[in-house]
């Protein structure tokens, strides 16, 4: 069964910066696609960032110039570096990967970590 453990949230003044983690155990194969989602209160969950095997990355314009998404393959681990950031920004942060190469990662999920911006 695999598992998406994510770690790094936490409170941060605006402007300031947070870097998240997932790791994905109990797989064999690769995840090809992995990303980041986040959800706001009273709000859709919407894809931040995703990153498939070859490097290639996207970005929801919300946070293109701020965040910077990286992977290791070897590790099956995603991060993403959440810098200038803003209080709109605050939500609960998923990881998603995917075996398959798509635009919207969601074979497996992380169980969500909260990140708090204040203003």
């Known amino acids: 069964q695999v598992q998406l453990v994510e770690s790094g949230g936490g409170l941060v003044q605006a402007g300031g910066s947070l870097r998240l983690s997932c790791a994905a155990s109990g797989t064999v194969f690769r995840l090809n696609t992995m990303g980041w989602y986040r959800q706001a209160p009273g709000k859709q969950r919407e894809l931040v960032a995703v990153?498939?095997?070859?490097?290639?990355?996207n970005y929801a314009d919300s946070v293109k110039g701020r965040f910077t998404i990286s992977r290791d393959n070897a590790k099956n681990t995603v991060y993403l570096q959440m810098n200038s950031l803003k209080p709109e920004d605050t939500a609960v942060y998923y990881c998603?990967?995917?075996?398959?190469?798509?635009?919207?990662?969601?074979?497996?999920w992380g169980q969500g970590t909260q990140v708090t911006v204040s203003s």
């Open positions: 998603a990967g995917d075996r398959s190469v798509t635009a919207n990662p969601n074979d497996y």
């Open positions: 990153v498939i095997s070859s490097g290639s990355t």
